[in-house]
């Protein structure tokens, strides 16, 4: 069983994680921003291979509203994560490559 809108978040995150300012962007900080936005979202369960109806629901997921829609939740997650990352020290020079 896979949730197909976990692929969607991460494709979203590696677009809008570069656009919020002070966001760390370590694996932990990444990890942390995903598993938030995923927490926002419907999860659109899919089973079989290939899974039946991940096509139906990719095409809703890439739609202008859908992408709107996850573009806005992912941004809030990394603006929450930014805010209030989980460690003290921000890691640096280990900012994931987008
Ligand atoms: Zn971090």
Partial sequence: MKNLIEDEIIEVYKQVSSQVPNFCGCAK????????????????????????????SRIELRSETGQAQ???????????????????????????VT
């Avoid at 942390?32 to 096509?55: C, E, F, K, M, Q």
């Avoid at 992912?74 to 640096?92: E, F, I």
């Fill in 70 to 96: 996850l573009i806005s939740v992912v941004m809030d997650a990394v603006r929450h994560v930014a805010s209030r990352p989980r460690h003290t020290t921000p890691p640096l020079g280990t900012r994931a």
């Fill in 29 to 56: 900080c990444r990890d942390d921003a995903i598993s938030l936005a995923l927490n926002h979202v419907r999860p659109r369960y899919a089973t079989g291979d290939p899974p039946d109806g991940a096509v139906l």
